[in-house]
C-alpha cells in the first residue's frame, strides 16, 4: 500500500528555514501514523492515530507494536490485523511500514501507516439512517431481532432463486451472568458494546449482525461452509483477544457459537434453530468455541 495521502503534504519549516521536529510533522498528517524504533517499540503516536485508537500517545510510546496494539489473527485463507482500542473492542485495520531517512527520525525508524479496514455494514448504516424503521438495537448500535428476520427472509429467497450460499451463527457471550453478579450490569452493558463492536470488524460488508436477544448475537454471513465457519470462528478468536477497562481492572471473557448453512426448502426458524443447537453443544464441550455442521450430532 502506497501512501499518497502523506506524500502529498510538504515539510513545513520554521521562521528560520530548519525542518520542524519529526513529531510536529506526524501530527500534521490526516492519516494514523505510529513511529518505530529497530526493537518495534513506539516512538511517536500521532494525533490522527489517538483519534482512531481513542489511546493518548502517554499510553502508548515505549509500547511494543505487535501484541500490545496490534493483534493479527487468520479467518480461513484470510490474515485479518485488528488495534486494540482504549474501550476494549478490535478495529479491523490495515497497516503498510514504510522506512524513513536516518537525518529525519534516526537510524532504522520505521514509519506505520493505519487505515481503517471495515466501514459500517451497508444494511447496518440504512437502519441507523431510517430511524423511523426501528431496526436498530439501542444498546449495541446494531440491528435488533426485526432487522434479522428481514435479512434472514431476503436472503433465503436469493438462495433459492440465484443458489447464492450462506450461512447464520449465533454467538452467545459465557459466562455472562457472572460478570454481572461480579462487576454489575453497567459493566455486562460495556461487555455488550465491546463484543458487538468486534464481531461486526470481523465480518465483511455483505454480511449482516444483529443482536438476537440479550447476550446473544446472529451473523447472516454470505459463502459456502468454508468462509461460513472460518468467519465465525475468527469472530471467537477476536473476542478472546478482548477485555475491558472496569474500575481500572481488565474484565476478559469469551462467546460460543453454532453455525448453520442454508439448505433447499429451509425456513429462518429452522436455520436459527439449528445454529442454537450447535451453540448449546459448544457450551457442553466447555465454552469459547464453535460449533459447526460437521460436529457429532449425538446428544
Known amino acids: 500500500m502506497n501512501m499518497p495521502e502523506v506524500a502529498r503534504y510538504r515539510m513545513p519549516v520554521s521562521a528560520d528555514t530548519r525542518p520542524l521536529p519529526v513529531g510536529i510533522l506526524l501530527d500534521a498528517m490526516p492519516v494514523g501514523l505510529a513511529l518505530l524504533n529497530r526493537h518495534s517499540s513506539i516512538q511517536h503516536w500521532n494525533r490522527a492515530a489517538e483519534a482512531m485508537s481513542g489511546r493518548h500517545r502517554h499510553s502508548v510510546v515505549g509500547s511494543r507494536w505487535e501484541g500490545e496494539l496490534l493483534v493479527m489473527l487468520r479467518g480461513g485463507e484470510t490474515k485479518r490485523t485488528f488495534l486494540r482500542h482504549r474501550e476494549g473492542h478490535l478495529l479491523a485495520i490495515e497497516v503498510s511500514s514504510h522506512r524513513l531517512p536516518a537525518a529525519l527520525a534516526g537510524a532504522d525508524a520505521t514509519l506505520a501507516a493505519l487505515t481503517v479496514a471495515n466501514p459500517v455494514l451497508p444494511v447496518l448504516k440504512y ?48 459466562s455472562m451472568q457472572a460478570v454481572n453478579e461480579r462487576h454489575g450490569y453497567d459493566c455486562g452493558d460495556r461487555v455488550l458494546s465491546a463484543a458487538s463492536l468486534t464481531l461486526a470488524e470481523c465480518l465483511d460488508p455483505g454480511d449482516t449482525l444483529c443482536r438476537w436477544g440479550g447476550e446473544q448475537f446472529l451473523a447472516i454471513i454470505h459463502g459456502g ?23 481500572g481492572a481488565p474484565v476478559a471473557f469469551t462467546i460460543s457459537g453454532g453455525v448453520e448453512l442454508a439448505g433447499t426448502g429451509d425456513h429462518a426458524h429452522d436455520l436459527v434453530g439449528h445454529a442454537a443447537y450447535r451453540l448449546r453443544m459448544s457450551k457442553r464441550l466447555g465454552r469459547n468455541r464453535i460449533t459447526g455442521g460437521c460436529a457429532n450430532q449425538a446428544e
Open 127 to 174: 437502519a441507523r439512517d431510517h430511524p423511523e424503521l426501528d431496526l436498530v438495537d439501542t444498546l449495541t448500535g446494531l440491528g435488533n431481532r426485526r432487522l434479522a428476520a428481514q435479512e434472514l427472509e431476503s436472503a433465503l429467497i436469493r438462495y433459492q432463486l440465484q443458489r447464492s450460499p450462506f450461512g447464520v451463527a449465533l454467538f452467545d457471550i459465557d
Open 225 to 247: 461452509a468454508s468462509t461460513v465457519e472460518a468467519t465465525a470462528e475468527l469472530c471467537r478468536s477476536a473476542v478472546e483477544q478482548m477485555s475491558v477497562n472496569w474500575s
